[in-house]
């Protein structure tokens, strides 16, 4: 691993039962090889002790200005990340999906997520869309 990487801000997902590799692989048929994504997976069979210290376990060795993606809010996923972010410095984004990492994938070549949150929020909201809308608009604008 090469020193930028290892200064690079990470991206850790945090989802139930661990669609966040998933979504890793699949965005690797579109990026080939990711570095600096890890996911740590809340199971059933966890408590929330025992998440818990697995995700700080990994939350110390993260490089300043890293991001914890989250499935949702609310959940043990979005809580665990909120109360680390309290004593680490790092971000925490939830609602999870393509464009949003894919937007802090790009964003983090140019610096610390930490400096980024809200266009990263703004990067998932805008790629919840109506398709047969867009597409309609899309038609009718030609």
């Not at 690797?28 to 090889?33: H, I, S, Y």
């Not at 964003?107 to 805008?126: F, H, I, K, W």
Request: glycine share 8%; with cysteine.
């Amino acid at each position: 691993m090469t020193s930028h990487l290892s200064t690079q801000p990470h991206i850790l997902l945090l989802t139930h039962g661990g669609w966040g590799q998933q979504l890793c692989n699949s965005l690797k048929m579109v990026l080939g090889d990711i570095d600096g994504v890890s996911e740590i997976a809340l199971m059933p069979v966890d408590t929330l002790g025992e998440f818990y210290q697995r995700v700080e376990a990994v939350a110390k060795t993260l490089p300043a200005g890293s991001l914890i993606l989250t499935d949702f809010i609310g959940g043990t996923t979005s809580n665990v990340a909120a109360r680390l972010s309290a004593d680490y410095p790092l971000a925490v984004v939830c609602g999870l999906n393509a464009s949003l990492l894919l937007e802090a994938l790009d964003r983090r070549e140019q610096g610390p997520l930490t400096d980024c949150v809200a266009e990263l929020v703004e990067a998932g909201r805008s790629s919840c869309l109506d398709v047969v809308a867009h597409v309609n608009q899309l038609q009718q604008s030609q």
